[in-house]
């Protein structure tokens, strides 16, 4: 039995994360004692997920190959936001939910826009594959850091902690300008109007700069100046 669509099935894990960790904070304004922290545990559970979604791109590029082609000719020469649109409306079951092939359907469909996804030989499916290994860690240990910044102080050094975060999130943020720079190079946008690679691709790995570039600042915060004070409301 159907309970839930693919698109429902991601605001659903983006509801549930959130509303676990923000009750967490120890601040008597949950949501907005501390910016910083609100959008980094925001960006941090959405990248929690896609990094599982990468993790399924590795296992099941064959899939995602044999998906995409499907796809390709159904919502080809301009029908790749229908595409988009079908697979968010597309019913899953609780069971679906833990499948690996339900959520490599991302990739199959994104590469509507961007073929280089269903192809295992390009940068864009490496360094996302990577991702979704290395990145969950950090975020977890970024996320730890924010809720319980002096509990923090007791085990875990600011170098220790300052460190990781550089180089985890400037992995993120490098290997998404490398792949747009990429995409931009190879011409990859051929085909497709303006309005659709803004929207579809610029906006949705912009996060990915973003976000990152804030987590970096506040590493350097905690570098300089040897505490997790940037953390408290």
């Not at 039995?1 to 009750?23: R, Y």
């Not at 290997?175 to 309005?195: A, D, E, M, P, Q």
């Not at 790995?205 to 976000?211: A, R």
């Amino acid at each position: 039995m159907a309970l839930l669509t693919w698109g429902s099935a991601i605001v659903l894990w983006i509801v549930l994360t959130c509303a676990i960790t923000f009750n967490l904070l120890p601040f008597q304004n949950k949501l907005f004692g501390n910016l910083l922290v609100s959008s980094l545990l925001f960006f941090n559970n959405l990248n929690i997920f896609i990094s599982l979604c990468e993790i399924c791109l590795g296992y099941h590029i064959k899939f995602i190959q044999k998906d995409y082609k499907a796809r390709l000719k159904k919502y080809g020469k301009g029908k790749q936001w229908e595409g988009s649109f079908e697979l968010l409306q597309t019913p899953l079951s609780i069971a679906d939910c833990f499948k690996g092939k339900t959520w490599a359907l991302m990739w199959s469909t994104y590469s509507l826009f961007d073929p280089s996804y269903q192809n295992q030989e390009s940068f864009g499916f490496f360094i996302d594959v990577g991702n979704g290994w290395t990145t969950i860690p950090s975020c977890i240990l970024l996320n730890y850091v924010m809720i319980f910044p002096n509990d923090a102080i007791e085990w875990l050094s600011y170098e220790l902690v300052g460190c990781i975060i550089v180089a985890s999130y400037w992995q993120m943020l490098y290997g998404t300008l490398i792949y747009s720079l990429s995409f931009i190079f190879n011409k990859r946008w051929h085909g497709h109007n303006v309005s659709s690679m803004i929207l579809f691709v610029g906006s949705t790995n912009g996060l990915w700069v973003i976000f990152p570039a804030m987590a970096m600042y506040s590493a350097y915060c905690i570098l300089r100046d040897r505490s997790y004070d940037i953390f408290m409301e």
